[in-house]
């Protein structure tokens, strides 16, 4: 069992940034992926951005160019850089990483964009 830590979160003014960690407890060095999803309460999960293991990115329409997802290996950190946040923003934010043998989700942080 893969354990994922989770922080960054908390609450700030539009247009403002954050930057979401992600540890594992597993080296990342042989994963398949990352992702990053969001649940706004009430609806259905939704996925924001992934990370392949040759470090190619994907981000969906919504964050496009306002979010960037990273790693670092060393620290068995994922990393979501989130800037010129907006309030539909808000939401939980959860990480994914992508095991050969399986997938394993973080506990879930809150984002929220307020004035």
């Not at 996925?47 to 670092?72: N, P």
Request: charge should be positive; hydrophobic fraction near 35%.
């Amino acid at each position: 069992q893969v354990q994922l830590a989770e922080s960054g979160g908390g609450l700030v003014q539009p247009g403002g940034s954050l930057r979401l960690s992600c540890t594992a407890s597993r080296s990342l060095l042989r994963i398949v992926g990352v992702a990053w999803h969001r649940q706004v309460a009430g609806k259905q999960r939704e996925w924001v951005a992934s990370l392949d293991a040759r470090d190619t990115t994907t981000y969906a329409d919504g964050v496009k160019g306002r979010f960037t997802v990273s790693r670092d290996n060393g620290a068995n950190t994922v990393f979501l850089q989130m800037n010129s946040l907006q309030p539909e923003d808000t939401a939980v934010y959860y990480c994914r990483i992508i095991y050969r043998d399986n997938d394993f989700w973080g506990q879930g942080i809150q984002v929220s964009v307020s004035p």
